[in-house]
Nanobody, 123 residues
Framework: QVELVESGGGLVQPGGSLRLSCAAS????????IGWFRQAPGKEREGVAC????????DYADSVKGRFTISRDKGRKMVYLQMNSLNSEDTAVYYC????????????????WGQGTQVTVSS
């Protein structure tokens, strides 16, 4: 069964950090790019970061560049999103999903969406 499960969300103060985890099962992680996405209340889901399978290169949304870092541990079948310098605009449900090989912009090309993990940035 193909599955992605997110964890690591929570309540954090502005300026704080969190590390989200995405656990993959039921497929060979080496062949897939993994993306992190988020959806805030009343807003569309947006891409945050993505890591390609071929060379491990990463893409980031402009809003998180320099603050978020995506990484993967193929042996443990995990993908992480380290989030630093968090602010209220980062408050959202965060999801991970997969697409074949290379990162793409179109969210519709991603599948196996997890259930999401809530990140709330508030004092």
């Amino acid at each position: 069964q193909v599955e992605l499960v997110e964890s690591g969300g929570g309540l954090v103060q502005p300026g704080g950090s969190l590390r989200l985890s995405c656990a993959a099962s039921g497929f060979v992680l080496d062949y897939y790019a993994i993306g992190w996405f988020r959806q805030a209340p009343g807003k569309e889901r947006e891409g945050v970061a993505c890591i390609s399978s071929s060379d491990g290169s990463a893409d980031y949304a402009d809003s998180v560049k320099g603050r978020f870092t995506i990484s993967r541990d193929k042996g443990r079948k995990m993908v992480y999103l380290q989030m630093n310098s968090l602010n209220s605009e980062d408050t959202a449900v965060y999801y991970c999903a997969k697409t074949l090989s290379r990162c793409v912009k179109n969210l519709l090309e991603f599948g196996a969406w997890g259930q999401g993990t809530q990140v709330t940035v508030s004092s």
